[in-house]
């Protein structure tokens, strides 16, 4: 059974910097792209940035040049680390990934638990 697992988040002060990491693990075949969404309340979710097996990107306006991901495809792991950040940038964040299990010839969706982070002082 194939898990997402999101870690990092927590309590920042404007103007810091977090850290999220995200795993996948279980029976994976391959894994193409992996990203992040986040929700803030009553507000729907919303693509942050993904990331393909090859490294090439792509963000969202909103933290275009204050977000960066990265991607250590030998341990199915990406990164997102996130500077300069705002109150607007409150939210629960989620891992994403698109990838094929041992057990199948195609390529699925699979989400993480979300890991809350909120930027306050």
């Known amino acids: 059974q194939v898990q997402l697992v999101e870690s990092g988040g927590g309590l920042v002060q404007p103007g810091g910097s977090l850290r999220l990491s995200c795993v996948a693990s279980?029976?994976?075949?391959?894994?193409?792209?992996m990203g992040w969404y986040r929700q803030a309340p009553g507000k729907q979710r919303e693509l942050v940035g993904r990331?393909?097996?090859?490294?090439?990107?792509s963000y969202a306006g909103s933290v275009k040049g204050r977000f960066t991901l990265s991607r250590d495809n030998a341990k199915n792991t990406v990164y997102l680390q996130m500077n300069s950040l705002k109150p607007e940038d409150t939210a629960v964040y989620y891992c994403?990934?698109?990838?094929?299990?041992?057990?199948?010839?195609?390529?699925?969706?699979?989400w993480g638990q979300g890991t809350q982070v909120t930027v306050s002082s």
């Open positions: 994403n990934a698109d990838l094929r299990d041992s057990d199948s010839y195609y390529y699925d969706e699979y």
């Open positions: 279980g029976s994976i075949f391959a894994i193409h792209t």
């Open positions: 990331i393909a097996s090859s490294g090439s990107s």
